[in-house]
Antibody, heavy 122, light 107 residues
Framework: QLQLQESGSGLVKTSQTLSLRCAVSGASVTSGAFSWSWIRQTPGKGLEWLGDISFTGSTRYNWSLKTRVLITSDRSNNQFFLRLTSMTAADTAVYFC??????????????WGQGTRVIVSS | DIQMTQSPSSLSASVGDRVTFSCRPSQSISTYLNWYQQQPGKAPKLLIYAASSLQSGVPSRFSGSGSGTDFTLTISSLQPEDFATYFCQQSYGVPYTFGQGTKLEIK
């Protein structure tokens, strides 16, 4: 059973950088069967896909975040990361790490971490 | 970006009722449409993928239909555990986008 677990800073100061880690078990981040995404949720904007990383290490991002977002992976320790710079109150959200199942039509998000709440405060 | 519009935003129903939710993308997305259920304080759970395929382990009272710009999620006979929020999501183009959700409440 694939499991994902987020960890990282829950309280970030305005203008600083958010760093989150997602530990993966039950599958490998090097598997071509999955993509690895970060998705966040706010009461105002709902669910927002931030970007993903593939088994090759290639990345895709939501253009709305422009150059603020970086997703990387650590194959040795089977985990992937989110880095989001220049944080503002608008980035306050619950952040989920999620696997996308590439072998299924429409590549749905099939496994989700429990989510980690991030608050941005001055 | 492809905008996903769900209706209604909330719905009240009773156990045993048949309910339908609508999702309309701003452009045609073929069948690149997935549905999720979210309980309060939990992560979303995949119900339906590719518009009409039932995810393994999901009860058969859930069904999905549609293509292009008009999609529907149906629950044939509501059970107490079905009261939750439902989201659609398109995987036709990046950035992937979600609808704002339909909250299903007990009447």
């Amino acid at each position: 059973q694939l499991q994902l677990q987020e960890s990282g800073s829950g309280l970030v100061k305005t203008s600083q950088t958010l760093s989150l880690r997602c530990a993966v078990s039950g599958a490998s981040v090097t598997s071509g069967a999955f993509s690895w995404s970060w998705i966040r949720q706010t009461p105002g904007k709902g669910l927002e896909w931030l970007g993903d990383i593939s088994f090759t290490g290639s990345t895709r991002y939501n253009w709305s975040l422009k150059t603020r977002v970086l997703i990387t992976s650590d194959r040795s320790n089977n985990q992937f990361f989110l880095r989001l710079t220049s944080m503002t109150a608008a980035d306050t959200a619950v952040y989920f790490c999620v696997s996308g199942l590439l072998s299924m039509a429409a590549e749905p998000f099939d496994y989700w971490g429990q989510g980690t709440r991030v608050i941005v405060s001055s | 970006d492809i905008q996903m519009t769900q209706s209604p935003s909330s719905l009240s129903a009773s156990v045993g009722d048949r309910v339908t939710f609508s999702c309309r993308p701003s452009q045609s997305i073929s069948t690149y449409l997935n549905w999720y259920q979210q309980q309060p304080g939990k992560a979303p759970k995949l119900l339906i993928y590719a518009a009409s395929s039932l995810q393994s382990g999901v009860p058969s009272r859930f069904s999905g239909s549609g293509s292009g710009t008009d999609f529907t999620l149906t629950i044939s006979s509501l059970q107490p555990e079905d009261f939750a929020t439902y989201f659609c999501q398109q995987s036709y183009g990046v950035p992937y986008t979600f609808g704002q959700g339909t909250k299903l409440e007990i009447k």
